[in-house]
């Protein structure tokens, strides 16, 4: 799975970075040393939560997740096998889908170098989901024109459904549906969107579990509540500074009624995507610990559990500066709020 360094920005959102020298260049990535106590924590975690990150191709989680410092076109080839063996990251993103489709072919090379019960979140392709083209230059021609393949089922059946399907069989987790940022007038208002989410759903092929996020609070309506659970998608909750608070979400969103939890954690509350990659660089320590979204989040997952209901977060290192350590640590709060929830339940009444 070759790619080039513009794909592989694309994938990751991190700069390209030279190969590491001598041995190290060559030699494979494997996981890092794992101590008792996280494997501990692996085993107690609920076993329908799937905690992760937005990629795995970081060289500054050397030491967390890598055995070795390597390079991000290196991990990008190997670094999912070694990802995948640390015992509380159950799940990944993938990105670069939102790009652009990817072949069925590539989505089962992701799918064999992974256990049986890891699970991906893929990002459908942005052209799903976007009315009008932004003026970004990777849009060339098509910068600033209406999208007629926006909500078209048909064109995300053949592109996006069924590569998804074919190529990760059951190890398929959530299929995201992100809606960036973007005028709601020109997505006909928020009735018309609702409308059109609606009959968007109804048309695609059943079975995967489907997912919407938003980027403007002004669509989380009653509308799209009921049409989401009409259709039985989960909608996304998204820790991003534009969004209402996690526990609002979930109950604007009636994200307990769907049939996953299903949330994103991406940036705090007072940094932009931009800012926060330039403080958090190399992504190698928690530089802002948000202890109260850790805790929120700890908690709905829980709350999913108690339902019957999977739970999937996927984390960016934009959230608090290292992904895979906030993924341990909100590891570490599920299982000690489950532990105080059974020993309060223990004592009689």
């Not at 989680?61 to 640390?86: F, M, N, P, T, V």
């Not at 074919?166 to 992100?178: H, I, M, R, S």
């Not at 809606?179 to 995967?208: C, I, M, N, S, T």
Request: glycine residues 8%.
């Amino acid at each position: 799975m070759s790619r080039g360094p513009s794909q592989l920005d694309l994938f990751t959102g991190a700069p390209v970075e030279a190969p590491a020298r001598g041995r190290k260049a060559t030699q494979p990535v494997g996981p890092a040393p794992v101590p008792e106590s996280l494997s501990a924590l692996g085993q107690q975690l609920p076993t329908g939560t799937f905690l992760g990150t937005s990629s795995w191709t970081f060289p500054g989680w050397s030491g967390i997740l890598w055995d070795h410092e390597a390079s991000a076109s290196q991990l990008a080839r190997e670094g999912l096998a070694a990802y995948a063996k640390h015992p509380v990251l159950r799940t990944v993103g993938i990105d670069r889908t939102f790009y652009a489709p990817v072949p069925a072919s590539t989505f089962a090379e992701y799918a064999e170098q992974v256990p049986e019960g890891f699970r991906f979140l893929v990002k459908a392709h942005d052209a799903c989901t976007m009315a009008r083209y932004p003026l970004h230059e990777r849009y060339g021609v098509h910068r600033g024109q209406a999208n007629d393949r926006f909500l078209h089922a048909a064109y995300a059946a053949e592109a996006v459904v069924a590569p998804f399907v074919e190529g990760l069989g059951d190890k398929a987790g959530p299929l995201v549906f992100q809606f960036p940022p973007q005028d709601p007038q020109v997505l006909g208002g928020p009735a018309r969107f609702v409308e059109r989410l609606h009959a968007f759903f109804a048309a695609l092929p059943k079975g995967p579990l489907y997912a919407v996020e938003v980027r403007n609070q002004e669509l989380l309506t009653e509308g799209f509540a009921q049409a989401l659970a009409d259709v039985g998608v989960s909608p996304v909750l998204a820790v991003w500074r534009d969004m209402p608070p996690v526990a609002q979400q979930a109950k604007r969103t009636r994200a307990f009624e769907a049939r996953a939890l299903v949330v994103r954690w991406m940036l705090p509350p007072n940094l932009g995507y931009e800012e926060a990659r330039a403080r958090y660089a190399p992504f190698d320590k928690l530089v802002d610990e948000d202890v109260p979204t850790r805790d929120v989040l700890a908690r709905v997952c829980l709350a999913a559990e108690r339902r019957g209901k999977p739970a999937f977060v996927t984390i960016n290192n934009k959230a608090e500066g290292s992904a895979p350590l906030s993924a341990i640590r909100l590891a570490e709060r599920i299982v000690a709020r489950k532990t105080e929830a059974g020993g309060q339940q223990s004592v009689p009444s």
